[in-house]
């Protein structure tokens, strides 16, 4: 599985009334090269990527998170795989951020609540 990436969006290259035919090019090329997927981190608009996914000669993938769209919105739209990156971890670490001023000034760690227990976290490794 070759699961092509392009940053256009993320990364907010060129004119942004060009990047859709810029991914669309980009999109070309890869499939002609052999690619089995299009990935398009930073792409969320819904009336965009069902343009693009219906003009994409690949599959379509893109990562979301808190704010994007839902998982039923990208599939209704034909989104064929969803990430959402980096945002478990980041969202660990903002607990582990919380927890650490909350000691720091408080003394106490009701941020950590709640959370998921020992036997239960363990019981995942079994």
């Known amino acids: 599985m070759i699961n092509v990436r392009t940053d256009v969006y993320l990364r907010q290259v060129g004119d942004p009334a060009d990047r ?14 052999g690619a089995d997927c299009l990935f398009v981190p930073g792409l969320l608009h819904l009336e965009t ?3 693009l996914v219906e003009a994409s000669p690949l599959p379509v993938n893109v990562m979301t998170g808190p704010g994007g769209p839902t998982i039923a ?13 980096t945002a478990l971890a980041q969202a660990a670490y903002a607990v582990a951020d919380r927890a650490a001023r909350e000691l720091l000034t408080t003394g106490t760690y009701t941020s950590l609540e709640p959370n998921v227990s020992y036997p239960d976290l363990n019981a995942l490794f079994s």
């Open 73 to 85: 919105e990208l599939a209704a739209i034909g989104v064929r795989r969803i990430s959402v990156g």
């Open 49 to 51: 990527l069902s343009r």
């Open 20 to 33: 859709f035919d810029d991914v669309l090019s980009r999109a070309d090329g890869y499939a002609k090269a």
